[in-house]
């Protein structure tokens, strides 16, 4: 029979030591915000727009396809 603490770690994986909830700057518009984590750098507000759900770019940038 596995102990309580065995089956937490399957759901839950250890986090590495500076991945902790914090206060961050959102990359993309710059505003701060709560996040869960240093994997989170864009804020709710800017996920919400058209062009991050669309995952369509803000510039007419070149290609890197060569």
Known sequence: M???NENTDIYHPA???DD???ERCCLRCK???WSDGFGERIC???KG???WRNAAHSS???SRNR
Do not use: D, V
């Open 2 to 4: 596995q102990s309580e």
């Open 15 to 17: 986090r590495a030591l």
């Open 20 to 22: 902790t909830p914090k």
């Open 31 to 33: 505003a701060i915000f």
């Open 44 to 46: 709710r507000r800017c």
């Open 49 to 51: 727009l058209t062009a």
């Open 60 to 62: 007419r940038g070149t």
